[in-house]
C-alpha cells in the first residue's frame, strides 16, 4: 500500500481495522507486561504538523541550531546533514567523527550514509579514516557517482578528489582511553599498565583526576554510540542521515550497520524514515530501519513498527546465542542494547529501545527540539 503524504494514520488504520489494533495489543511493552505505566509521550498523538525532525539523543544540540532551516523550508537531507555535522565535529562525542574511539590498532574509522526520500537515492562510506565529515562524503557518493557504497581507501580518495581535507582524528582523550584498552586487556601480552596506585598518584590536579574517571569510564564497559537524524520538511519530503565511529576497538575493518543501506538507515518518500544505534550486528541482521518502514507502509504507527522489530531482534538473539550464548541473558533477553527512531509521514514519531532506558530527540513545530524518554521493549540491562 502507497502511503499519500499527510494522509493521516486515522485513514489507514480504518483500512487495515482490526489486524493493526491486535498488532498493537501484540506490543505491549516490557513495562506494560509488569503492570507499570508505559511511557508513550507522543504515542497516538495522531499529530501531522510539519516539519518535524526525529533522532538519538545526542542530535539534540544540532536539532536547536538547525531546526529553524527546516521550519524556513530547507531541504529535509541538508538539515539533517547540518544537524549531525555538529556532533560529527565534536572531539567531546566519543562516538561519532572526530574525537571518536578507534578500532583495536587505534585508528579511527568512520561508517556514514544519507538517504534522500525524494529521489530515492542513497550514498555511504565504510571505513573511512582521516576525513571530518563522513556524512558529507556519504552525500557525494550519492550525488556524485553511480554508486552507493564506498569504503576504506577508496572512499577516503574520493573525499581527498573532491576537496575534503585528511584530518587526524584521533584526539590526546580518545589515544589514552585506547592506550589503556590496549594495556590491560591481557595478562598475557607484552604491554603493561601502569600500577592502579602510581596512576592515581601521577593525578595530581582535577584536570588529571577528570581524566582517569573518563578514561575508567570508557573501559567499564564497552561504550558505543552513532547518531542518526531523520527529517520531514513542510513539503512532506522525508531523508535521513547515520554517522559514527562504530564500535569501540573493533576489528580493523568492521563495518557496522549505520552505512548499510536499509539497517543503520532508511528512508521512502512514499512512507517515512527510520534509523538505529546500538549493537550494529543486530540492526544489520533484522534489515531493522527497511523492516520499521515496511510495518509503517502496512499502516503500524512508528511505535508499533519499532517494537514489533525490537522483538524480532530478541528472537534473532536467542537463536544466535546457541552459537554466542552472551548474547542473551539468563530470561533470554538481549544484553546488548538497540534503538530505533521512526518518522511517519504524516509527522508521528517514536523512539524505542530494546533494553530500556535513555532519551531521543524530536522537535516538531508545538514544543520544539527537546528529549523524550524512549520506549523500552525490555526493562534496562541489571534490572528486573
Ligand atoms: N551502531 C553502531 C555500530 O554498530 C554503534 C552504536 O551505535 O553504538 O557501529
Not at 243 to 268: E, F, N
Request: aromatic share 4%.
Amino acid at each position: 500500500m502507497t502511503n499519500a503524504p499527510k494522509k493521516p494514520l486515522s485513514t489507514r488504520r480504518s483500512v487495515l481495522g482490526a489486524a493493526v489494533g491486535l498488532a498493537a495489543a501484540a506490543c505491549a511493552t516490557g513495562a506494560e507486561a509488569r503492570g507499570k505505566p508505559a511511557k508513550r509521550a507522543l504515542r497516538n498523538t495522531a499529530r501531522r504538523d510539519f516539519p518535524v525532525l526525529v533522532g538519538s539523543a545526542n542530535a539534540l544540540r544540532g536539532m536547536k541550531l538547525y531546526y529553524q532551516d527546516l521550519v524556513l523550508g530547507s531541504a529535509p537531507l541538508d538539515v539533517a546533514i547540518d544537524v549531525v555535522k555538529v556532533v560529527e565535529a565534536d572531539e567531546t562525542d566519543h562516538s561519532v567523527g572526530k574525537g571518536g574511539l578507534p578500532n583495536e590498532d587505534g585508528v579511527v574509522q568512520l561508517d556514514s550514509a544519507v538517504m534522500d526520500g525524494r529521489t530515492h537515492n542513497a550514498g555511504s562510506v565504510g571505513c573511512l579514516e582521516n576525513i571530518l565529515h563522513p556524512s558529507l562524503v556519504a552525500r557525494l557518493v550519492m550525488e556524485r557517482s553511480d554508486h552507493i557504497m564506498l569504503v576504506g581507501r577508496g572512499a577516503y580518495e574520493f573525499a581527498r578528489a573532491h576537496g575534503h581535507e585528511h584530518t587526524e582524528l584521533l584526539t590526546e582523550a580518545s589515544r589514552k582511553i585506547w592506550l589503556r584498552w590496549k594495556e590491560t586487556m591481557s595478562s598475557k601480552d607484552d604491554r603493561l599498565a601502569p600500577p592502579e596506585d602510581q596512576r592515581q598518584g601521577r593525578a595530581k590536579s582535577s584536570a588529571e583526576r577528570a581524566e582517569l574517571a573518563l578514561i575508567d569510564h570508557y573501559l567499564e564497559e564497552r561504550v558505543t554510540g552513532t547518531i542518526h537524524c531523520s527529517a520531514l520538511a513542510i513539503s512532506g519530503e522525508v531523508a535521513c542521515t547515520t554517522t559514527t565511529s562504530g564500535l569501540s576497538w573493533k576489528i580493523p575493518g568492521r563495518v557496522g550497520d549505520s552505512p548499510i543501506i536499509g539497517a543503520g538507515l532508511y528512508c521512502d518518500g512514499e512512507v517515512g524514515s527510520a534509523g538505529a544505534t546500538g549493537r550494529g550486528e543486530a540492526a544489520i541482521l533484522s534489515h531493522g530501519s527497511s523492516a520499521i518502514v515496511e510495518l509503517l507502509r502496512g499502516g503500524a504507527s512508528p511505535e508499533e513498527a519499532g517494537l514489533e522489530v525490537l522483538r524480532r531482534v530478541t528472537r534473532q538473539a536467542r537463536r544466535a546465542a546457541a552459537w554466542q550464548p552472551g548474547l542473551v541473558d539468563g530470561e533470554g533477553l538481549p544484553t546488548f542494547g538497540l534503538n530505533f527512531y521512526v518518522l511517519g509521514l504524516d509527522g508521528q514519531v517514536a523512539g524505542v529501545s530494546l533494553r530500556g532506558g535513555g532519551d531521543y530527540a524530536v522537535a516538531e513545530p508545538e514544543n520544539g527540539p527537546r528529549h523524550e524518554p524512549l520506549v523500552a521493549l525490555h526493562p534496562p540491562i541489571g534490572e528486573k
